[in-house]
DNA sequence: TGATGATCATAA
DNA sequence: TTATGATCATCA
């Protein structure tokens, strides 16, 4: 129950409107993970093998978003997400980015436009972070924020992948991280062993392996770069 | 090396 | 238990 690598008290001022968003974005890029983490009283970590979430969460609250895990956008009054995406050494992101879980129940019966991902990606503070792993962890510098919206060509690529997954997953109950364009679903729990039963009300049970909603890097690099790529 | 599949911590 | 936050570890 150490409190020293987890910020005890919540942030005193959220952010009202998107300008001061970003202002508080401009005033932590540039510095260090060490910096952030002193101004807030915690602890840095070793490493981010035990503490995946940490660098995040801390980001979270030093923005003024609401802590937690309320599936809702991260400034709910402003209806933006904030993700934190990590970059390798040629400034690139690293790794493909988590979004949402996916909900096996509204597989059948919701649409794009309503879609819980859709609403997470309809505006997005993108926060890059270095994240090699030659460079420790309070050493790593945070880029400049994007606040981001798809275009409308980005939408419909994302609507195509996400109907595309959903009709698969209707089909066949699963489907494997190979698929999609910019989009792929990933295990997403745990571990592996983890699963989860529904019963239908026709009585039929259904197990399946909870999964989650990632974006491909370089679908997340031409939102940093501001252009498309590939 | 990069991408896929697996995994870790915390809060409600 | 399931949502959130992501990165790790392995295999091709």
Known sequence: MSDDIYPTMIHASPPDTEAELVYRCQQIAGKTVGQLAQQCSVTVPADLRRHKGWLGNLLERILGAD???QAEPDFVALGIELKTIPLNTRGEPKESTYVC???PRAVTETHWQTSW???KLSKVLWL???ADKTISLQDRYIGEAILWQPSIQQESVLQQDWEDLMEIMIAEGAVTARLGRYLQIRPKAANSRVITRQ????G???WHHPCGFYLRTCFTQQILSGKACC
């Open 67 to 69: 802590a937690g895990n």
């Open 101 to 103: 879980t996916v909900n």
């Open 117 to 119: 991902l859709r609403r």
């Open 128 to 130: 890059p972070v270095e």
């Open 199 to 202: 019963i239908g009300y026709d």
């Open 204 to 206: 039929g049970e259904e």
